[in-house]
């Protein structure tokens, strides 16, 4: 079993930065991919990135990519979402997942994670 616990999200104008954390306790850290996702009011969650469990591989969604970066440090048993540029659509609830791997892979689809956090607020103002 893993707990995550996001911090870090809070209210930012349009084109500042935050970053996310991700707290794991449980099983080893290291052994689990990591993943970011998000619920804007009104929508479906979506994928926001992912990275390996080694942290060789990650992935970031089309609507981030170049302004997002996921990163980990397994010492420290935490994942980050390094969050620049901000626009007013990013605004949403992020939440942090894992599950374990068997290779050094990540995984974009809710679906394939077995544990959440329980969210975190980013309120992006205009």
């Known amino acids: 079993q893993v707990q995550l616990v996001e911090s870090g999200g809070g209210l930012v104008q349009a084109g500042g930065s935050l970053r996310l954390s991700c707290a794991a306790s449980?099983?080893?850290?290291?052994?689990?991919?990591v993943g970011w996702f998000r619920r804007a009011p009104g929508k479906e969650r979506d994928f926001v990135a992912a990275?390996?469990?080694?942290?060789?591989?990650?992935y970031h969604a089309d609507s981030v990519k170049g302004r997002f970066t996921i990163s980990r440090d397994n010492a420290k048993n935490t994942a980050y979402l390094q969050m620049n540029s901000l626009k007013p659509e990013d605004t949403a609830v992020y939440y942090c997942?894992?599950?374990?791997?068997?290779?050094?892979?990540?995984?974009?689809?809710?679906?394939?994670?077995?544990?959440w956090g329980q969210g975190t607020q980013v309120t992006v103002s205009s």
């Open positions: 997942a894992a599950r374990s791997s068997r290779g050094d892979y990540y995984y974009i689809r809710s679906s394939e994670y077995y544990y």
């Open positions: 990275a390996s469990p080694g942290g060789g591989s990650a």
């Open positions: 449980g099983r080893t850290f290291s052994t689990y991919a």
